[in-house]
C-alpha cells in the first residue's frame, strides 16, 4: 500500500522571492553628478600640518608614549646648579625666561671635524654665543635677545673655579664669567645687568648644535649675499640652501663675511635660530614617535640644564609648539651705546644703551611683544653696507666675450656712486661664469661694499693688490643693485619677526 508524504503546500512563486527592501536614500552628493571624475586634492595648509604635529605630540604623551621618551632622556641630561646659593634675585615676571648659551666644547669634536671646519686651536672653556629666549605665558609667543659676548660688566665678588681663590668684585667681557665661574656665576652676572629673573638655564655646546641640524636633515637657510669666511671655511653663494650640521657650525660662527663682524653674527644666529624653528615645527618629524625620539635625544643627550628643567617642562614646551611659527617669533640684540669702550687690561668691549636696554627688559618682564605686530612693508631694495661707495675705486674688467658687458658695469657702477675708471677692459680670465670682486685684505669692508651692489658675484682675495677694487664682469651679471650705508649695530638691535628673517 502505498503512503502519501504531506507536505506542506508550496507558496506561491512569488511569495518565494526575498521581500524587495527599499534601499535607504543616499546622501546628498557634495559635487554636481554630471562631473565624471573627482576634483584634484588641494595642498595641505600650513596650519593643518602644524595642527597635526602639535596633535601627535598632545597624543604621543597622552599616551604615556611621549613622556616615556622624554622621560628616559631626562636621566641622561647633564645638570647643574646655577641658581646655588642666589639672594636677592630679581621678582619674577609674567612668562618664562630660559638663558641659553653656547659654549666652545670644540674638545669634543673628532679630528676629522675639526679639519673640516675649522675648529683648530685650544677650547676656550667660555661662552661663544649667549641668548635669552622669552616664552611668553600664553605660550604663544617667544622673545630672543642677544646678548653680546664682549659686552662691559663688573662681575661680583665670588669663587674662581680654576684657582679655588676668592675674588672681588672686578670688570670683565660677559663671555668671561662663564670661564671664571661658570653657569652660576653667568645666570648672577645677567641678572644684574637685565634685572630680569631667569627661571632656566640651558647649555649647549658644538656636538649638540651639529647632531640637532643633522637629525632634523637639515635646515633650509637663504642669503642675498655671498658669504665666504676664510676663519671658518663658510663658502655659500647667494640663494637658498641646506646646510648640514657642520656648515651650520660655520655660518653661526662666522664674524669675517660682512662689516657687522660680531654683530653680523648675532644676527646671523637669530636668521639661522628662526630658520630651525621653522624647519621643527613645520616638518612631519614629531609625527613618526621614532623621529621624535632622534630629535630629542639630539637636543638634550648633551647639553647641560639646571635640576628644574624636567620632563613635564619639557612636554609644556613640546605641547606650546601649536602656536609657534616664524611669525609668532621675534629677534633683537641688546640696544648698544658704544660698540669700542676702551677699558684698561680688557681692550675693547661693548657698552649697553642703559636707557633703552631698561626699556628692553621691562618689556619681557611684563610680557609685551618686543615688535609691532603690523609693520609697514620695506619698499627700498638697496643693500646696506658700511663704507660709501663714493670712498671706493673700482676697475671693470669684461670676464666674458660679450661685446660692451664691461662699460655696461662701469656705468651701472657709476651709477650707483661708485668712483669707476671708466677705462673698462678686457680680463686675462675668458669665459667667466660668476661674477667676481678682487680685493686686497686690507681693504675688504669697500669689497664687501662693491659686493653688495653685484648680487651673487664672489670676493677673492688678492693680497698686496692695493685700494683700488677690480670687478671681473661673468655671464652671470644682470643688474647693479643700489647700495645704502646703515650702521651694522643699528641694524643687528632692529626688533625683526621671525618671518622676515626666513627665506619665505
Not at 611684563?366 to 660709501?388: N, Y
Amino acid at each position: 500500500m502505498s503512503t502519501t508524504s504531506h507536505r506542506p503546500p508550496r507558496p506561491p512563486a512569488q511569495s518565494r522571492r526575498a521581500p524587495r527592501r527599499t534601499p535607504p536614500p543616499l546622501p546628498p552628493s557634495p559635487r554636481p553628478d554630471h562631473l565624471p571624475y573627482a576634483p584634484a586634492p588641494r595642498r595641505r595648509p600650513r596650519w593643518a600640518m602644524r595642527a597635526a604635529i602639535t596633535l601627535s605630540v598632545v597624543l604621543l604623551a597622552s599616551a604615556g608614549i611621549g613622556h616615556a621618551v622624554v622621560s628616559s632622556l631626562d636621566a641622561d641630561i647633564s645638570r647643574v646648579d646655577p641658581f646655588r646659593d642666589m639672594k636677592n634675585r630679581p621678582p619674577s615676571g609674567h612668562g618664562m625666561n630660559v638663558l641659553l648659551v653656547g659654549t666652545d666644547g670644540r674638545d669634543r669634536i673628532s679630528e676629522r671635524e675639526r679639519r673640516a671646519y675649522r675648529l683648530g686651536g685650544q677650547p676656550c672653556h667660555c661662552t661663544d654665543t649667549m641668548m635669552i629666549v622669552h616664552v611668553s605665558s600664553d605660550r604663544e609667543r617667544a622673545s630672543v635677545v642677544s646678548l653680546p659676548r664682549d659686552t662691559y660688566v663688573e662681575l661680583p665678588a665670588h669663587v674662581d673655579q680654576v684657582t679655588g681663590r676668592q675674588r672681588p668684585p672686578h670688570p670683565v667681557k660677559l663671555n668671561a664669567a662663564y670661564a671664571e665661574g661658570g653657569p652660576n656665576l653667568t645666570v648672577r652676572t645677567v641678572e644684574d645687568l637685565t634685572h630680569l629673573k631667569i627661571d632656566h638655564y640651558l647649555e649647549v655646546d658644538f656636538t649638540t648644535f651639529m647632531r640637532t641640524v643633522d637629525v632634523l636633515d637639515g635646515v633650509p637657510l637663504c642669503t642675498a649675499e655671498p658669504l665666504k669666511d676664510a676663519y671658518t671655511g663658510l663658502d655659500l653663494p647667494a640663494g637658498t640652501h641646506t646646510l648640514t650640521g657642520g656648515q651650520a657650525l660655520q655660518y653661526v660662527r662666522s664674524r669675517h663675511v660682512d662689516s657687522g663682524s660680531d654683530f653680523g653674527r648675532m644676527q646671523r644666529q637669530q636668521r639661522f635660530l628662526a630658520a630651525l624653528l621653522e624647519r621643527a615645527t613645520a616638518s612631519r618629524v614629531l609625527l613618526n614617535p621614532m623621529r621624535f625620539r632622534d630629535v630629542t635625544r639630539a637636543v638634550l643627550g648633551s647639553v647641560r640644564a639646571d635640576r628644574g628643567f624636567h620632563t613635564d617642562e619639557l612636554l609644556d614646551l613640546g605641547r606650546a609648539m601649536r602656536n609657534f611659527s616664524p611669525s609668532s617669533s621675534e629677534f633683537t640684540t641688546v640696544p648698544i651705546a658704544q660698540t669700542a669702550f676702551p677699558v684698561k687690561g680688557l681692550g675693547s668691549t661693548v657698552k649697553w644703551d642703559p636707557v633703552k636696554a631698561r626699556e628692553l627688559f621691562r618689556s619681557l618682564r611684563e610680557d609685551r611683544p618686543l615688535a609691532a605686530r603690523e609693520q609697514a612693508p620695506r619698499t627700498d631694495p638697496s643693500a646696506s653696507v658700511e663704507i660709501a661707495p663714493r670712498r671706493v675705486r673700482v676697475q671693470v674688467e669684461n670676464g666674458t666675450d660679450t661685446a660692451g658687458l664691461g662699460r655696461r658695469v662701469d656705468t651701472a657702477l657709476a651709477g650707483v656712486g661708485f668712483v669707476t675708471t671708466k677705462a673698462p677692459v678686457d680680463s686675462r680670465e675668458r669665459g667667466v661664469k660668476r661674477t667676481a670682486v678682487l680685493y686686497d685684505p686690507r681693504w675688504d669692508r669697500s669689497a664687501r661694499s662693491v659686493a653688495a651692489a653685484l648680487p651673487g658675484s664672489e670676493l677673492r682675495a688678492v693680497p698686496g693688490m692695493g685700494a683700488t677694487m677690480r670687478v671681473i664682469a661673468g655671464a652671470d651679471f644682470r643688474q647693479v643693485r643700489p647700495v645704502r650705508v646703515e650702521d651694522p649695530v643699528k641694524r643687528a638691535t632692529k626688533v625683526v619677526r621671525g618671518d622676515e628673517v626666513s627665506c619665505e
